[in-house]
C-alpha cells in the first residue's frame, strides 16, 4: 500500500465534505445494520451515498445502509455513519478506518459507536444492550500496521482507556435516567464471517470475553491513534455457540436489532446531549 496516497486522500474525501456541509461534526455515529432509525429526528439532515464520498469504501453487508448522514441533535452536530465496512467483505483494515481518519480531519472529538454481537456472558439476553469497559482484538492483525510509521512522533498508540471511562459513565447515568437495564463487559473481536464454533465460545468465555462480534475493534484501534473519545454499545443480538439452539443466521440478528433501536436510539440521543456541549 502507498501510505503516502492513503493520506492524500483522507484529505481530498475531507476537503469534498467541507464544500458539501456547512458546519463542524463534533461527534461521529456509527450505526449498526438496523438502526437507522436514529437519524429521523436529526435537524438539517444531508445525506450522501458512501460512493459519493472520494475514495470511501462500498459497503456490501445485508442490513447496513452505506449512507453518510450530517445533521443536528439539540444543536450538537453529528455524522453518523448507517452501516460501517468491515474485514470480512475483503476491506483492508486501513480501509475500514478511512472514514475515520477523514471525520477526525473534519473535526469530530467523540465517537459513539453500536454493534450487533452474539452473547458469551451466560447471563446476557437477546435484546439486552452491553456498554464495552474493555475488548480482545482476536482479528489477527491491526489497522494501523503501515499507517502509524507515517508519523514521526507517537507512533505506538496507548489503548488502556481504549473506551473513554468518563464518556462510559455519561452512559450509565443516561441509562438509569432512560429506565435501561445497561449491562457492562468485555467484546471480542474476531474476523467472521463465519459464526464461531461452541469449543471457540467456551475457550473465549475462559479468557474474559462477554460479548463477541466481527466489527469495531479496527474502529477503536484508530480512534485512539486519532485522539478521539469512544464509546460502544453492544447490542445482544443472540445467544453465543454454546448457548444457542439451532442454527445461527443473520436473519436472527437483524431481528433483534429491530426490537432493540427504539431505545438504543434514546440512550444514544441522551449520551449526545449530555457530552456535545463540552467536547473541545
Known amino acids: 500500500m502507498d501510505y503516502d496516497k492513503y493520506f492524500s486522500q483522507v484529505d481530498e474525501a475531507a476537503a469534498f465534505l467541507r464544500q458539501q456541509v456547512s458546519f463542524q461534526p463534533k461527534i461521529l455515529a456509527v450505526l449498526t445494520g438496523g438502526l437507522d432509525s436514529f437519524v429521523d429526528g436529526l435537524e438539517g439532515?444531508?445525506?450522501?451515498?458512501?460512493?459519493?464520498?472520494?475514495?470511501?469504501?462500498?459497503?456490501?453487508?445485508?442490513?447496513?445502509?452505506?449512507?453518510?448522514?450530517?445533521g443536528k441533535w439539540k444543536s450538537v452536530p453529528l455524522v453518523c455513519m448507517q452501516g460501517r465496512y468491515h474485514y470480512y467483505e475483503g476491506h483492508t483494515p486501513q480501509a475500514v478506518v478511512f472514514p475515520f481518519f477523514v471525520f477526525e480531519k473534519l473535526g469530530v472529538k467523540a465517537v459513539i459507536t453500536t454493534n450487533a454481537v452474539g452473547g458469551i456472558?451466560?447471563?446476557?439476553?437477546?435484546?439486552?444492550?452491553?456498554?464495552?469497559?474493555?475488548?480482545?482484538?482476536?482479528?489477527?492483525?491491526?489497522?494501523?500496521?503501515?499507517?502509524?510509521?507515517?508519523?514521526?512522533?507517537?507512533?505506538?498508540?496507548?489503548?488502556?482507556?481504549?473506551?473513554?471511562?468518563?464518556?462510559?459513565?455519561?452512559?450509565?447515568?443516561?441509562?438509569?435516567?432512560?429506565?435501561?437495564?445497561?449491562?457492562?463487559?468485555?467484546?471480542?473481536?474476531?474476523?467472521?464471517p463465519s459464526y464461531e464454533t461452541k469449543a471457540e465460545i467456551k475457550a473465549y468465555r475462559s479468557m474474559g470475553a462477554d460479548s463477541i462480534g466481527m466489527s469495531t475493534i479496527f474502529e477503536v484501534i484508530a480512534c485512539n491513534f486519532l485522539k478521539m473519545k469512544v464509546l460502544t454499545f453492544n447490542c445482544i443480538a443472540n445467544q453465543a455457540a454454546d448457548l444457542h439452539t439451532g442454527e445461527m443466521h443473520h436473519e436472527e440478528v437483524l431481528q433483534a436489532i429491530a426490537k432493540v433501536q427504539p431505545k438504543l436510539a434514546k440512550l444514544m440521543q441522551t449520551v449526545i446531549e449530555d457530552i456535545g456541549q463540552n467536547l473541545k
Do not use: C
Open 45 to 70: 439532515a444531508r445525506t450522501f451515498a458512501s460512493t459519493e464520498i472520494p475514495h470511501f469504501p462500498r459497503s456490501n453487508v445485508e442490513g447496513h445502509a452505506g449512507r453518510i448522514v450530517f
Open 121 to 192: 456472558n451466560t447471563a446476557f439476553k437477546p435484546g439486552d444492550i452491553m456498554v464495552v469497559a474493555d475488548h480482545i482484538n482476536m482479528m489477527g492483525t491491526n489497522p494501523l500496521i503501515g499507517l502509524a510509521m507515517h508519523r514521526k512522533t507517537n507512533q505506538f498508540t496507548s489503548m488502556t482507556n481504549a473506551y473513554d471511562s468518563a464518556i462510559r459513565e455519561v452512559a450509565i447515568k443516561a441509562a438509569k435516567k432512560e429506565g435501561i437495564d445497561l449491562k457492562l463487559g468485555t467484546y471480542m473481536g474476531v474476523t467472521g
